[in-house]
């Protein structure tokens, strides 16, 4: 149950975060689809390695 508490607050902050980082990333850029395309690319890199991550920490605590 605490795991469970955990992971939800971790998947919340994330989800904090890449709206933090969209929108610094989106006044800094010169135009929209430049802002678009790098948070994109940010985003799906961050959640790919925090999700390894999760995912491996997951299964070494189930085992």
């Known amino acids: ?36 395309y790098y948070s994109d690319t940010i985003f799906d890199t961050i959640t790919n390695i925090i999700s390894g991550i999760f995912w491996s920490l997951l299964v070494a605590y189930r085992k």
Do not use: D, P
Request: proline share 0%; no cysteine; net charge negative.
């Open 1 to 36: 149950m605490v795991l469970f508490s955990i992971i939800i607050s971790i998947g919340i902050g994330i989800e904090v975060l890449q709206y933090m980082v969209r929108v610094f990333i989106f006044e800094s850029a010169s135009t929209y689809k430049m802002a678009e």
